[in-house]
């Protein structure tokens, strides 16, 4: 039996979860922007910017798991060992479980970022920063998914 | 910035503010004080009626716009406003009288379509009421004849015409009466009661006890009479809708006119609101204002140019406006400023590297010279075609800047379009060639060399990061604040540039570590010794020194935080991939061919459009966290002339 399975299951959990804390965070702004949207719709430039901006998760997420079927033998490259289909299986967390709590958090600041610009344009770039602290750890989370999944087709295990 | 002071003769004022406002060289203070024996000139109510007039405007073209929508492509906003020639403008001011005119019109008939429809919801409602009623021939109001009562009215419940009868009956079996049933329906009936006259009281409590109501607004007129009017009414109240909407569409062509008019206004609003922060006493008056340096020459030939006048300049203090002059490179780059704030007294201005390191990250991140090139020819054709305004064009510069940016490290990355070159080589010849072995050139692939990457970002950090200490440095040496120069940011500088080395030497060179480390402690000595020096006592200075050593803790988040670089750089270039993969799957048939056209384009604009923005708005976060808060004091005021400022249109250049 290869790892197949479980280099499956990785690319699975990476994307699902990172997708779902995405998915969270940008539906709540987007709820929050539209709101004031029809109040004022030439600010539509600036509220997609800060809806968009918790969607980076579900990007990251995607990415892993699509490095995952490009090197497991799905896309290219070759069947993994069980030893190292686990490993991707447990690289592909990190991103999964950091995308899916700092998408979730990335939205709710993303709420507050837009009903600040609303009040005031000259805000938007401080609230556009802001939300972009959070991504630090989303950012974190994918490095080492992404290293991990790069370098686990070259370990002897 | 110099402070500039105007006195002049009360008969020139209008000459002398026409010339200053047509040429946006001053910025008029407002913070001045009244001298004794000044006073000043209330304006409001010449005032109020040019404002009431921009009003007027704005709110005809709103109406103007939802009856006939102003046709505008997608790209419309990159539009500039017209150039009209300064004579222009008293040409329109001939004409504003027949467009407020016009704007008026454009009210009335917008009130009258408001007014008609309000009528048309209450004669709908009316309508719905007589419905039930339609079969019933004798007036809504009937109470009596000679010899009878007559009631007219609604059960609260549903009955056929014998249940009505006998249910009558039943309450009163002594009454004598004809019942009739016009309309039954599940939560009401609507009935007629005969009975005679003598009867009133009887039937009356008979009625009662069976839930029994008048119906509410009964007239005297029959109604299937009445519904008949009201229908007639309402079809002439959507006539007349019909026609003012018409009557609005038809001012469609004066569309122009009401804007051009509407800045017309606004521009004498402008004139009218500095009268009223001057000083006059009986025969002069005095302008106070600020003006650029380099303006000064033109500004004092410009006034006794206009009138007799005495020009006065003198040193601007702290608060002064600024205005920000930067050579082509950086100017694109100042509106990224200004977005954050203007710089403050003490700062420098930082936009040249501002610039730099914005072209540098977003095309480190964008990273694809497909995607870069089409940046340039885009924004190009955009300046080219539009004419936009200053500040839009700058903007257009500044995507255009970082897409060359953008194709540079397209090429370092060996990214094209992702990697369509290969993958469709790969699709026409069924072989497997990679893009490192297409491109001529060597390449560094963010995918197989993710960790080179991820250490080239964060060295890239750290320089943007001593840059910003840099700026620091700079800025406390002009202010001759040495100790914060050398021991606040210099040696902190120094322990970054140390902790570098060493990381170096540990994948170099030994020797290269022990100088490293060798720095990094002498500088943490450093900043033990000297950042408690605020403190009083040997022991609060020996613990204010250790912990400013904990803020090594910030510095290192700063740095991780470039690892951004990387992973938008692969996001863009991986998303890239996926699109091609997708569009080569279909196979080389007739479907296949149209399969790869669709899917490579809409794939590629998605890929432009998620990643674009997520460039833009990170590069922004590295600036301004991440550089900024290393210098950049901001909360400076941007200085703003006062000038012919509409808009619509344009007379001249805006600075």
């Known amino acids: ?157 | 910035m110099k402070t500039v002071r105007i006195i002049a003769l009360r008969k020139d004022r209008k000459r002398l503010l026409e010339h200053l406002q047509d040429n946006g060289l001053i910025q008029i203070r407002s913070d001045v004080e009244t001298r004794q024996g000044f006073g000043r000139v209330d304006m409001s109510s010449q005032l109020h009626v040019f404002e009431r007039n921009v009003a007027l405007t704005e709110q005809a073209l709103k109406i103007l716009d939802e009856e006939s929508p102003e046709k505008s492509g997608l790209l419309s906003s990159f539009k500039g406003r017209r150039k009209i020639d300064p004579d222009d403008l008293g040409e329109i001011a001939a004409k504003s009288q027949q467009v407020i005119a016009d704007c008026n019109r454009l009210v009335e008939l917008d009130k009258k379509c408001t007014d008609n429809a309000a009528e048309l919801i209450r004669i709908r409602t009316q309508l719905s009421q007589l419905e039930a009623w339609e079969k019933l021939d004798i007036p809504l109001n009937t109470t009596s004849t000679k010899s009878t009562s007559v009631f007219v009215g609604t059960l609260p419940s549903p009955y056929t015409e014998k249940e009505l009868n006998e249910a009558i009956a039943a309450e009163n079996p002594k009454l004598e009466f004809a019942a009739e049933l016009i309309h039954s329906e599940p939560t009401q009936s609507c009935i007629v009661l005969f009975s005679p006259a003598s009867q009133k009281t009887m039937s009356e409590d008979a009625l009662r006890a069976l839930g029994f109501a008048r119906p509410m607004g009964a007239t005297s007129k029959v109604p299937k009479v009445k519904s008949e009017k009201l229908r007639e009414k309402r079809e002439k109240l959507l006539e007349s809708t019909e026609k003012a909407r018409e009557e609005i569409a038809s001012f469609a062509d004066r569309r122009e006119a009401i804007k051009e008019t509407q800045d017309y206004f606004r521009i004498r609003a402008d004139k009218y609101e500095v009268i009223n922060r001057l000083d006059h006493s009986r025969h002069v008056f005095i302008i106070e204002g600020y003006v650029p340096e380099e303006d000064c020459e033109k500004l004092e030939e410009l006034c006794r140019h206009a009138a007799p006048c005495t020009v006065e300049f003198g040193e601007a203090g702290d608060d002064a406006p600024v205005k920000l002059k930067n050579n082509k490179f950086a100017e694109p780059a100042q509106g990224i400023l200004t977005m954050y704030s203007a710089p403050g007294k003490t700062d420098i201005d930082p936009t040249p590297l501002l610039a730099f390191f914005f072209y540098f990250f977003f095309g480190m991140m964008f990273s694809d010279a497909g995607y870069g090139l089409l940046m340039v020819i885009a924004t190009g054709l955009m300046i080219k075609l539009f004419k936009p305004d200053k500040k839009m064009r700058n903007n257009l510069k500044l995507f255009q800047y970082c897409g060359i940016s953008t194709t540079l490290w397209g090429l370092v990355f060996g990214s094209i379009f992702g990697d369509a070159p290969a993958a469709l080589y790969n699709f026409f010849t069924d072989s497997k060639i990679t893009m490192a072995q297409l491109l001529p050139w060597p390449t560094l692939d963010p995918q197989k060399d993710a960790l080179l990457v991820m250490v080239l970002s964060i060295a890239f950090g750290l320089i943007h990061i001593l840059v910003g200490m840099g700026c620091k440095f700079y800025a406390c040496l002009k202010q001759k604040d040495y100790a914060g120069a050398f021991f606040d940011t210099g040696l902190w500088m120094l322990l970054l540039v140390g902790i570098a080395v060493l990381a170096a030497g540990m994948f170099f060179n030994p020797v290269l570590m022990t100088v490293g480390a060798v720095i990094a402690i002498a500088c943490a000595v450093g900043l033990v010794l000297t950042q408690g020096r605020a403190k009083k006592g040997i022991i609060g200075k020996a613990i204010g020194g250790l912990a400013s050593l904990y803020d090594i803790t910030s510095y290192i988040s700063d740095l991780l935080s470039y690892t951004r670089l990387l992973a938008l750089g692969l996001t863009t270039g991986v998303m890239a991939q996926v699109f091609n993969m997708l569009a080569t799957m279909m196979g080389r048939s007739v479907a296949g061919f149209i399969a790869l056209v669709i899917i490579f384009i809409i794939g590629h604009l998605i890929n432009i459009g998620l990643n674009a923005l997520g460039s833009y708005v990170h590069t922004m976060r590295l600036q301004y966290v991440e550089m900024f808060s290393k210098f950049y004091e901001g909360g400076g005021k941007e200085f703003e002339p006062f000038s012919l400022n509409g808009n619509y249109i344009k007379i001249q250049e805006d600075n």
């Open chain 1, 1 to 157: 039996m290869n790892g197949m399975f479980f280099a499956l299951l990785g690319a699975a959990l990476a994307t699902v979860l990172a997708g779902i804390g995405s998915a969270k965070g940008v539906g709540g702004a987007a709820q929050a922007s539209m709101g004031v949207l029809s109040e004022d719709s030439s600010k539509f430039g600036k509220m997609l910017v800060l809806t968009l901006l918790p969607g980076t998760q579900g990007l990251y997420g995607f990415i892993v798991g699509f490095l995952i079927l490009v090197s497991c033998g799905v896309l290219g490259g070759s069947a993994p060992t069980l030893a190292q289909g686990l490993a991707f299986a447990v690289a592909s967390l990190a991103i999964g479980l950091g995308g899916l709590f700092s998408g979730i958090a990335q939205g709710k600041a993303a709420v507050s970022g837009i009903a600040l610009s609303a009040k005031n344009d000259k805000d938007f770039s401080k609230a556009m920063v802001s939300v972009t602290l959070v991504e630090i750890y989303a950012l974190l989370s994918f490095i080492v998914s992404l290293l991990a999944v790069i370098q686990i087709p070259n370990l002897n295990i």
